[in-house]
């Protein structure tokens, strides 16, 4: 991190960018502060650098070939490993649970050996006496009057 507040401001400065009061303000600054001269300097180079480089040079088939390479793998890095990795152990855990569900249904006799009033809260009666909660409170207490009803054996 930089050590003055102002270096952010150096490159609109070296842009050209600042109103000129702005831009005496910071040609004051500058002279001054060693972290914005140097941020400064590095922009001068870096235009230096860019200034140097061939415009309009064709790219050959193959610089083009690895650029596209690279990119795809950029494309495929971490995060998208990261996503496919999740999204297989989801896959996996939902597939283990729903047969180990199915296999607990099985080994307890169906729906059939659940408790009246569990089953209730999934399938409405089609007898159609009293409302919900009448059924439902019906359900528990003759659940509750069997002996060890929801408990494994």
Do not use: I
Not at 130 to 143: K, L, R
């Amino acid at each position: 991190m930089s050590e003055c507040e102002q270096t952010s401001r150096v490159g609109a400065y070296y842009d050209g960018e600042l109103p000129a009061a702005e831009r005496a303000a910071m040609e004051r600054h500058v002279a001054g502060c060693a972290a914005c001269a140097g941020e400064l300097a590095r922009l001068r180079a870096l235009s230096a650098l860019l200034g140097q480089a061939a415009v309009g040079e064709e790219v050959s088939a193959r610089a083009m070939k690895r650029f596209h390479a690279t990119a795809a793998q950029a494309a495929a890095g971490p995060m998208w490993r990261l996503v496919r990795a999740v999204t297989a152990t989801a896959a996996a855990v939902l597939v283990g649970c729903g047969a180990a569900l199915w296999v607990l249904a099985q080994a307890r006799g169906g729906s059939e050996a659940m408790p009246v009033w569990e089953v209730s809260m999934v399938q409405r009666s089609a007898e159609g006496a009293g409302s919900v909660e009448e059924q439902t409170a019906a359900w528990v207490v003759e659940d509750l009057s069997q002996e060890n009803a929801h408990e494994p054996k």
